[in-house]
């Protein structure tokens, strides 16, 4: 098992209280597997990502759990030993490549960093595995553009360009929270196309970060649903779409667009809104919203069941 | 059935949670978000208090003052010390310090308001032809106003108001008020440039609106709220300029009693000990800056609140 | 990246001619008679025109200006009225002055400036900053000459550590005090534009890309924070530079410091014209060099503005 998420917990010590942005998650990742997490904004998905990489910002701090990458426990990892691990055998890419980049590096230095900083090699031959990774996300012309900034390549390519940062020392696991969501709907499938590549030329993990589920169809085996810091449910691909059990889940598959419905009928939505984080309501999180509430669900949390195998869900229809 | 009954159920208990909940801001414009921030901001109400304070001051000037500060002139009580016949002492001619420091509140306030009425006069009407006709009216205005950015203030009054051989309070207003609307044509042209992009700009149009129209319905609201940053500022710095301006003899002339004058004539009897005829003019001058200052910046934080 | 220095450079010129003729004009309809400047009250009619002839004067103002203009790109600059010295001579050996204390006033300024808004941004919310804030206000708000003043009257009168002026054998003692006099206000604005553009930078995306690819903490503060950071910084930096060789003349004025600001306004009392002329000339001349440099710099360190 590549990685091993157990019982996350991520709180936020702000002035308005707790702020409680994980809080219990756990999954399991195999060698080159595929995990899609999905959640509205605030559901906690990003913080999930940030504290793999044990990245969360103050005054955020993983309170508890275990992180099991390739057999070492991440938790009691020292800084140094993380920054070792960090771009060269876990990477991970943001949702803005427009802000994501420094604007006063090129490109190429912006990658040789990385080469140079964990494969310990000299500056040419960095250089060179620069533009090799560089034409492997399919950047035309690579080596001459390696000496552009940031500012005079296109969203797509500032992607790409992530991207060939995030693969240059070829990681075991690739982190993408929301890679797609700021570019154009026809360059978001040809990220989503050379991911799936990559995934296969590397044989890479891979955690796809998104609150789009037809993203996930395209690029995961495996979905996490999360819904205000816990785990709603966990299967894979088929069964979300097939058999799935959560109502949070269903409310999510049917406010998709879809094109073979009429064109009249409104879009579904769930009502209500997330809740804030630092009031969490007791019990279920979402039984506010739920169609489905019973008397349970607005006093205790339900527990994690598994409802058949590989499929588990916490809801009290269940239990 | 059970489906909406439980449905309706969810929304009573929304609505009730809704009363409860924390009001909503209901904001038709930046102005209006903007001064709700500012009633927060301790730093700012100082600053406004600053302010009004000066200004009262200037208003009842002949009440308050316990003198005349030009006409009351007494040799034989010149530079007493401040106590219980002169509060603040009494500077070479017999003249309470306290009268002309009240009284020039007058001047300062009227050079800082009068040359930013004309800086803000030039600078909207550059900006607004800059932003709204754009294209060759954008690029020649806008020439203009780098070029006139790129004078190096200072020398420039000074020459000015050099070349002038007895230079007065108009011409002050006029030279500052002349190199001082840079900074706001280039707000409102900007401000111009966005708004003018806007979808609701368009629907506007679609529906017949005419040119004048968009301009004071849509735009210059949105103008104001950085805009009165930029003449709160304006206005301190003009106060400054015409301090030194006067200090140096290039601005109001004796016997007005100007803040920046006094402080010239202050600093001759410093080296006889005579601090007081020079310490309570600047710091009239620091406070009435650091009010407009304090009131501006607050402003703009209220506006923009990440810059914290 | 040419376009951009071409730009400048016309504005450079623009502004340059633009000063000198605007101030050629204003004293050429200036009342006053500038033969009374040179020979005093008593004067004969022969000298009288042979020194209009020699200093041109009895020309026409365009051919005048011409002149000005051409003698001035050769290096000439003309004669002073009062003392028999070429305007050149005399603007060397004053500016020198100028630069001694506005360089010794920036090195505090950066100095202090700097290390209060690194501090300040570092610990941001902290007390520190609160007071680096409010203290930044205050400093804004108070006329240089008036701190002068305040610090003469301390450290010069009653404590006697420092003397209240001139320029004495040229040593340190002499500067300190105009130095801070000069440079305190300017640390505020330092420590101001140190402290914003260091918190904006920290939030940006890319450090957190930075940090994501296991890059050290120094490598981070080097490469990302303040090579970002230091963008706007220098550029104030440099315009302050600018802003202060032209404009300590209140400074100069306090503490007698024979600079350049000083000598130009003297020779406006005195009606010395070609001193005068000559003075603004070249302040204006290093001031959009200055600013041309730092421009150049500002496209040097940011990519952006250099391919557009």
Known sequence: ?319 | ?308 | MIYYILRRLISLVVVLVGMSLIVFILIFVLPGDPITAIMGQRQDPETAARIKAEYGMDRSLIVQYTKFLSRAVRGDLGRSYRQRLPVIKIIQDRFKATLRLTLAAMFIAIVFGMTAGVIAAIKQYSWFDDLVMFASQIGFSTPVFYLGLILILIFGLKLRWFPIGGYGRGGLRNLVLPAITLGTIQTAYIAQITRSSLLEVIRQDFVRTARAKGLGEFTLIRKYILRNALIPIVTIIGSIFAGLLCGAVATEYIFAWPGLGRAIVEAIRVRDLPVVQGGVFFMALVYVLVNLVVDILYAYLDPRIRYR
């Open chain 1, 1 to 319: 098992m590549l990685l091993t998420v157990e019982n996350l917990k991520t709180y936020f010590y702000t002035e308005e209280g707790i702020v409680k942005a994980v809080d219990g998650i756990s999954f399991i990742l195999p060698p080159g597997g595929t995990l899609g997490i999905v959640g509205e904004s605030g559901s906690g998905k990003s913080v999930t990502a940030l504290s793999i990489m044990r990245l969360v910002p103050s005054p955020g701090r993983i309170i508890g759990g275990e992180l099991l990458f390739d057999g070492q426990r991440l938790m009691e990892k020292t800084e140094k030993e993380m920054r070792e691990i960090r771009g060269n055998r876990i990477s991970m890419i943001f949702q803005d490549p427009m802000t994501s980049l420094n604007p006063v590096l090129t490109v190429g230095e912006q990658v040789v960093e990385t080469i140079m900083l964990h494969q310990k090699l000299p500056r040419r031959k960095a250089w060179l595995k620069a533009v090799e990774i560089l034409e492997l996300v399919k950047i035309p012309r690579a080596r001459e553009r390696l000496k552009d900034y940031p500012h005079q390549f296109s969203g797509g390519m500032r992607q790409r360009v992530m991207i060939a940062i995030a693969l240059a020392c070829h990681p075991r696991l690739l982190i993408a929270d929301e890679p797609t969501t700021s570019l154009d709907v026809t360059i978001q499938a040809q990220i989503i196309d050379l991911m799936k590549e990559l995934k296969k030329e590397l044989n890479m993990a891979i955690i796809l970060i998104t609150h789009n589920l037809g993203l996930v169809a395209e690029l995961c085996q495996k979905v996490l649903v999360m819904y205000a810091g816990d785990l709603m449910e966990y299967t894979d691909i088929g069964t979300i779409f097939r058999g799935s059990k959560h109502p949070y889940t269903w409310g999510l598959l049917q406010s998709l667009p879809r094109l073979d419905r009429p064109r009249s009928r409104r879009l579904e939505q769930i009502e209500g809104q997330p809740p804030s984080l630092i009031k969490l309501p007791p019990g279920c999180p979402f039984h506010p919203r739920c169609q489905y509430v019973k008397a349970e669900c607005r006093q205790e949390k339900p527990e994690l069941i598994e409802v058949s195998s590989d499929h588990l869900v916490s809801c009290w229809l269940y239990q």
């Open chain 2, 1 to 308: 059935m059970k489906v909406l009954k439980q449905s309706v159920e969810i929304k009573k208990r929304e609505a009730e949670e809704k009363k409860q909940e924390v009001e909503v801001i209901r904001t038709t414009s930046l102005l209006m978000y903007t001064l709700k921030r500012l009633s927060k901001n301790h730093v700012a109400i100082l600053g406004l208090g600053l302010i009004i304070f000066v200004i009262l001051v200037a208003i009842f000037a002949p009440v308050l003052a316990p003198y005349h500060p030009i006409k009351y002139v007494n040799i034989l009580k010149s530079m007493v010390p401040p106590g219980k016949e002169y509060p603040l002492g009494s500077d070479y001619l017999g003249r309470d310090v306290l009268a002309r420091i009240i009284y020039g509140a007058r001047i300062s306030l009227m050079v800082g308001l009068v040359a930013e009425m004309v800086a803000l006069s030039i600078g909207i009407i550059f900006g607004s032809l800059a932003g709204y006709y754009g294209r060759w009216i954008d690029q020649l205005l806008m020439r203009i106003t780098d070029i006139i950015y790129a004078f190096p203030t200072v020398l420039f009054a000074i020459a000015i108001m050099a070349v002038f051989e007895r230079p007065s309070i108009t011409q002050l207003f006029l030279v500052l008020g002349f190199l001082g609307w840079t900074d706001i044509a280039r707000l409102v042209r900007a401000q111009f440039l966005a708004i003018k992009e806007r979808e609701y700009t368009e629907a506007a149009r679609a529906i017949g609106a005419g040119d004048r129209r968009i301009i004071f319905r849509h735009i210059l609201p949105n103008c104001l709220a950085p805009v009165v940053v930029a003449t709160t500022v304006g206005i301190a710095g003009n106060i400054l300029s015409e301090a030194w301006l006067s200090f140096l003899g290039l601005g109001a002339q004796p016997p007005l009693p100007s803040w920046g004058l006094m402080l010239n004539e202050g600093q001759t009897y410093l080296m006889a000990g005579k601090y007081w005829l020079a310490v309570f003019p600047g710091l009239a001058i620091m406070v009435t800056v650091l009010g407009f200052n304090l009131f501006g910046y607050g402003f703009r934080d209220a506006i923009d609140p990440r810059l914290r």
